[in-house]
């Protein structure tokens, strides 16, 4: 029973940290976009990320341990990259250009998924050797690398997907909520 205490404990903790982690990033973006709206837009990815862990723990028939949470804490700072990248170039191209809502998520989408597939995926090869556990003491850190790659795997391309949809959404409740000159 001591054991299971201190576990209990220790993933309490991590809890902790994880919802610290997110408000940290979230006020940090706040700050640097001089909005609560953008950086709002750019935490609906951060959920994506948990699909993909729970699948790929499933998957390797690896437990939810500490190693696994701590790689849940890494994976909400590393995931919010690829949404910032295709927020702030939408809004790049809607202030700088001047184009519609819809020309500007398609055009942020054509121009920055090179950008975000390839930030992605060299975190994710980077981490394969240490996922594959076949080196002394490899075993105890992959479930950390498994759930760091399932994460960016699904939070990848469901980003690219479900940011800008709620970009569009926030955009127009926005319109709507402008007054009409």
């Known amino acids: 029973t001591g ?4 576990q209990q404990k220790a993933f309490r903790e991590l809890l902790t940290s994880i919802i610290l982690a997110v408000l940290l990033v979230y006020m940090i973006m706040a700050m640097l976009y001089e909005s609560v709206r953008d950086p709002f837009i750019v935490m609906f990815s951060v959920p994506m990320a948990i699909i993909g862990v729970v699948l790929m723990l499933f998957l390797t028939n690896t437990t939810f341990n500490i190693q696994s949470y701590i790689g849940c804490i890494m994976l909400g700072g590393i995931v919010v990259n690829n ?3 295709l927020v702030d170039y939408t809004n790049l191209l809607r202030n700088r250009d001047k184009m519609k809502i ?3 998520i398609e ?3 054509r121009r920055r998924l090179r950008p ?4 992605a995926m060299t975190t994710i090869l980077a981490m394969v050797p240490l996922a594959l556990g076949l080196n002394e003491g490899g075993e105890a850190q992959a479930p950390m690398a498994r759930a760091v790659i399932g994460g960016l795997i699904s939070s990848t391309f469901i980003t690219l997907l479900i940011v800008p949809v709620v970009y569009s959404l926030f955009e ?4 709507k909520a402008e007054p009409q000159l």
């Open 172 to 175: 127009k409740r926005k319109r």
């Open 107 to 109: 055009e942020a989408g």
């Open 3 to 6: 054991d299971f205490e201190e």
């Open 116 to 119: 975000i597939l390839m930030t």
């Open 83 to 85: 949404a910032i990248l």
């Open 102 to 104: 819809r020309e500007a």
